[in-house]
């Protein structure tokens, strides 16, 4: 091919890939492509490959250094069990005082969901982009599922391609969470940085926050059911606006996740959440 | 670049920083493979083996990352292409005039990933620009010492090809 002809299937390949990142711009996300979801779906057996050899040097590698560890981390665990075993008592005792209670003001608390089990593949930890692939061939898979472990949020789901999912990390600069401190239940928003961080917006300058405070998922965006741990308070300026300027540490380590859980739960539909007060039905 | 000795790169890059990401994480932030590879395939030479490879390794890098897809894509592809016209045109024997090749392409990509950011994506949180710095330098390094270890074992290959037949076969 001589290379005026090489040059204009330059020009015809990137207008083409212009117009793909441009029709993605407004879909909050990333958006549903056909041509990623078929990309992900072709590469992603690879990073299955990548993930099941690293963990099986791991595990190697675990029964050598691990062995003298292991008696002295059973007996820690053996104490932990015991106090857990208590917390639990007491907690199922509370639980029933909160459904004879619900039953009494014929309160019904929304649908938790149901969880399912995932491998996470791949984290793109790269400086202004976060995301994970992940695994999970007994889930239904669907766009805006939460996804968490069991130290808190993880993120959501924003690509499908078969049993494979492309998750948004919470920390992900384009990702917004509601949240609320848990100690006074005032409600914010949690918002990834560029550097991969994670900030409380929108919380007025007179509002109590103290290092240390617990953040969760108020539930008020429609994807992310209340309650799960976010992250905590690490640090509180009055800063120069209206709003407080919050720094959160995270819950969840994303350096060392190998399995995350899915959130199988009806979402709230698109048109509820885009519906503005006083539009004709 | 060969078509083979390319997909072999583009399999190995697959591999390397999908294990980097799952062990070593800072590995991948700091070293792009892909754009490795695709400036190697460019400096063979050849506008349309650049412009394709860049084009591949794009848009594999684009399937793991979160950005929109094509983002890479589109970069790389130009990358590609300009790295192979640059390639026609210079002589680049020496370490100093590769490296700058080599920075120059880097940087280009990276440029080229700030301006959609800023005017397609139409996003105002910049990447951190210590990790793009870091980002031209290694992929420039990474890209300097494969490419002169290509060309040892290249030159050391042809040798070896030509002492064999220099040999006197006694059969």
Known sequence: MDERRTAGLLITLLMAQLLLVASQVPADGGGQSRLEAAALRALAPAARGVTFLSGSVRTVQGWFTQRRTLRLKNESLETENRELRLKLLRLAEAERRLENLSRAVQYVPPDGGRLRVADVLYIDHRSWVRTLVLYAPDADLGANQAVVTSEGLVGRVILVAGPYGKVQLITDRAASIGAMVQRTRRQGLVQGTSQGELQLAFLPRQSDVRVGDRVVTSGIDGIFPRGIPIGTVVSVDSGNDLFQEIRLASAVGFATLDHAYVLERQALPKEVRQALPGEQP | ?171
Not at chain 2, 19 to 42: C, E, M
Not at chain 2, 101 to 121: K, P, W
Request: net charge positive; proline share 3%.
């Open chain 2, 1 to 171: 670049m060969r078509p083979r000795t390319f997909v072999l790169s583009l399999l190995a890059a697959i591999l390397f920083h999908l294990a980097a990401a799952r062990l070593f994480p800072v590995v991948p932030r700091a070293l792009d493979v892909f754009l490795v590879v695709t400036i190697l395939n460019g400096l063979s030479g050849n506008s349309l083996a650049g412009l394709l490879g860049g084009l591949l390794c794009g848009l594999t890098l684009d399937t793991f990352s979160g950005a929109a897809y094509g983002l890479h894509g589109f970069a790389n592809t130009l990358v590609g292409y300009v790295t192979a016209r640059v390639a026609q045109r210079l002589v680049t024997r020496g370490v100093g005039g590769l490296l700058v090749v080599l920075v120059g392409a880097a940087a280009l990509q990276q440029t080229l990933l700030i301006v959609f950011s800023v005017f397609v994506l139409s996003d105002g949180n910049l990447p951190d620009p210590l990790w793009v710095g870091l980002r031209v330098v290694t992929s420039s390094l990474t890209g300097l010492a494969l490419y002169k270890l290509s060309q040892r074992s290249r030159i050391r290959l042809e040798e070896n090809r030509r002492n064999r037949r220099a040999r006197l076969r006694l059969e």
